[in-house]
């Protein structure tokens, strides 16, 4: 149904959208724009204000907004790029798809249109729910609002089995909370008492839109249930272990465990009516839901399961229905203000078509010769990490010998999906909340049809996003064509901002793949190999708990140093891959050496003004380090930055070698 997932060519082409984004720097070779700078602070003192002074004193944060930094405008300038691929598809469609993608765009930016519905789609489900006259038929209804999409009450999904992932299979897990977490129903402190209070004022508001005379009587007795079904949770810690959310059992076991699930009547609902196996470990979620269909009362049940109906759909229905969404669960719960409308229906048809727009995205900016360039950009980098690999003489033969092999081993995926599932599909809806609610029940119909077959090789990140992912089913590395794009890299551009830059990222990524502390194949190594490469950057924790960095407040160098150590690591191996490529032979541009210019890409992509309560916040909860220090931190450690600007002891930026860190 309408997902939790917080997306008529008619309209299309004249929607006017330019004011929505901040303006961008196009431009990679910007950083070497001496507006941006800071001449009157040396390099040695403070490269953070040396490299970005002109931009931070120039640059305020928006009103609403927490911070504002140079990748929010590279976001910016790709979500205006993806905006312009969905205008194209209005104004000249390929084929069926495109269509559809531009028609679901047009529909969810008609705000006139999705005001006027009032609950819409929503409606014929509320009808069911008050046609329930017992509580056996609820296990139907709860398989029908799945079928669409919705996961209400609890989890049912297809996902690689544990011990055979070459399969999918059919997992139930707990659910049936809409607050995030069972501890935020659990705790007595008084901000948990609060937030439970606005959650259950937030019940009481859907209830009073759909029309409930008793929406507050409604409210409690829905805040009751989801607290009896809280206390039989796991925690957010035992559901870290995915060995807690897997346990083969037949549906004969489960019809006579939970008898009053029903769990055939549902599979039925669901399409799957031969299915004799599914995973559900999470038992005394399940136990106290077959217990609690047989006492709770069925009205109940039905103040339920409206009120979940109507928390799904909220997102996608008029202004009354997602302001009250959205200052519970974006300004209250995350501290975020609302998004756009453009944003929020981009956001869902990410999360909805995201294989399709990620292939689309690709293709038009990600052509074969900057695959090409960025292909030898990344082997560059992976041929570094190998050559500090096979150099590193503190760790053992074996640990050695196995993280080279699989360094070999490792995939390294660019752009975006080759292919897409939704050829073909036809959009019909003729409203935003009938559109999110098609888009939905296909994805969940896919999803089950999938089960038993081996699972699809999925990007996992879109390919307009600045985000590495890393897959270990496949051992995988996916670098998404924003990444690789102007203004972060140019194919034919400066060696020395495309190493400081996007060659950075790559590096940042591959370490999270083998960084020896925390990396995704750190099993490769002993625990002697990971305590000797700790020690080589110990120094790191005190370095960074001397910086002030608002007021009287400190970074945490405990709590930061493992990112920060990736940021080390990275810096060091994007410029041997820098070297090695012969950057260093470049001209002088602007005053600045090709070894300048790639720590000033560096600094540049770092750069980021802060609201003082947003970083309070990012000091007490955020494992990275503010923006200046992840510059001010790690460049001290590199030789090549000391040399580069000629630093000297007794000046902030220099450290004397036996004082430096080291990464790989």
């Known amino acids: 149904m309408f997902p939790g997932d917080s997306a008529l060519l008619l309209r299309v082409a004249a929607i006017g959208l330019l004011g929505l984004f901040a303006p961008v720097i196009s431009r990679a070779d910007a950083a070497l724009d001496p507006r941006q700078r800071d ?73 006139a249109a999705i005001d006027a519905l009032g609950v819409g789609p929503a409606a014929p489900f509320l009808a069911k729910i008050d046609a329930l006259s017992k509580p056996r038929d609820l296990p139907a209804l709860i398989a029908e609002l799945h ?134 470990a999470h038992a005394s979620f399940f136990s106290a839901l077959n217990a609690r269909f047989a006492s709770q009362p069925l009205a109940d049940w039905q103040s339920y399961l409206r009120f979940h109906v109507l928390h799904a759909a909220a997102p996608f229905l008029g202004q009354p229905y997602t302001e009250a969404h959205d200052r519970l669960f974006l300004e209250t719960l995350s501290g975020q203000p609302a998004p756009s409308r453009e944003a929020r229906v981009l956001q869902f048809l990410q999360a909805s078509l995201g294989e399709a727009l990620s292939q689309r995205y690709a293709r038009a900016h990600f052509e074969p010769a900057r695959r090409e360039a960025a292909l030898a950009l990344s082997e560059g980098v992976r041929a570094q990490l190998r050559a500090l690999v096979e150099g590193a003489n503190w760790l053992s033969e074996a640990g050695r010998n196995a993280v080279l092999a699989d360094i070999d081993g490792l995939a390294i995926a660019l752009g975006g999906p080759a292919e897409t599932v939704w050829e073909g599909f036809e959009l019909k809806a003729t409203n935003w909340p009938e559109a999110a609610l098609a888009l939905s029940r296909t994805r969940h119909q896919r999803e089950l049809a999938a089960l038993g077959k081996p699972p699809r090789a999925l990007w996992p990140v879109p390919s307009s996003s600045l985000q590495v992912s890393y897959q270990a089913a496949t051992h995988t590395l996916y670098l998404p064509a924003a990444l690789l794009s102007s203004p972060l890299f140019e194919p034919a551009g400066d060696a020395a901002l495309n190493h400081g830059v996007a060659g950075a990222l790559v590096a940042r990524g591959l370490m999270g793949v083998f960084d020896p502390a925390s990396g995704a194949r750190r099993g490769l190594l002993s625990e002697a190999d990971r305590a000797a490469y700790a020690e080589r950057s110990r120094g790191l924790v005190s370095q960074y708990s001397a910086f002030a960095a608002l007021g009287p407040l400190k970074v945490d160098g405990a709590a930061t140093w493992n990112e920060n150590v990736l940021d080390l690591a990275a810096l060091q191996l994007a410029y041997t891959a820098f070297l090695a490529a012969g950057g260093e032979r470049g001209e002088t541009r ?35 380090a503010p923006a200046r220090f992840r510059v001010n931190g790690p460049l001290p450690h590199l030789s090549s930055f000391q040399a580069a600007f000629e630093c000297k002891d007794g000046q902030p930026m220099f450290l004397p070698e036996p004082a430096r860190a080291r990464g790989f």
């Open 39 to 111: 001449a009157s602070t040396a390099a040695c003192m403070d490269f953070y204000q040396h490299a970005n002074g002109g931009w931070l004193g120039a640059t305020p944060v928006p009103s609403g907004q927490a911070s504002i930094g140079y990748t929010d405008e590279v976001r910016s300038l790709h979500a205006m790029r993806q905006r312009d691929l969905l205008r194209g598809f209005a104004e000249a469609p390929a084929n069926p798809l495109d269509t559809s993608i531009a028609r679901a765009y047009a529909l969810g930016m008609d705000g």
């Open 147 to 280: 079928g669409w999409g919705a996961p209400i009450l609890f989890a049912f999904s297809a996902a690689p089995d544990l011990e055979r992932p070459e399969q999918l299979i059919a997992y139930a897990n707990q659910g049936g909370l809409g607050l995030p977490d069972r501890d935020y129903y659990l705790r007595e402190d008084a901000p948990a008492v609060e937030l439970r209070e606005a959650y259950r004022a937030y019940i009481e508001r859907l209830l009073v839109l759909a029309g409930r005379p008793e929406a507050s009587a409604e409210s409690q007795r829905v805040l009751a249930l989801e607290l009896e079904l809280a206390r039989a949770s796991l925690s957010l810690e035992q559901l870290r272990d995915p060995r807690n959310s897997y346990r083969l059992v037949g549906v004969r076991e489960l019809e006579r465990a939970q008898p009053n699930l029903r769990w055939r009547d549902y599979l039925r609902g669901q399409g799957l009516r031969g299915l004799d196996r599914i995973s559900q």
């Open 590 to 624: 602007d005053g600045l050496t090709p070894a300048q210019r790639f720590f000033h890409g560096w600094a540049r992509l770092m750069r980021r003004n802060y609201q003082d309560e947003a970083l309070r916040l990012l000091l007490a909860a955020d494992p990275r």
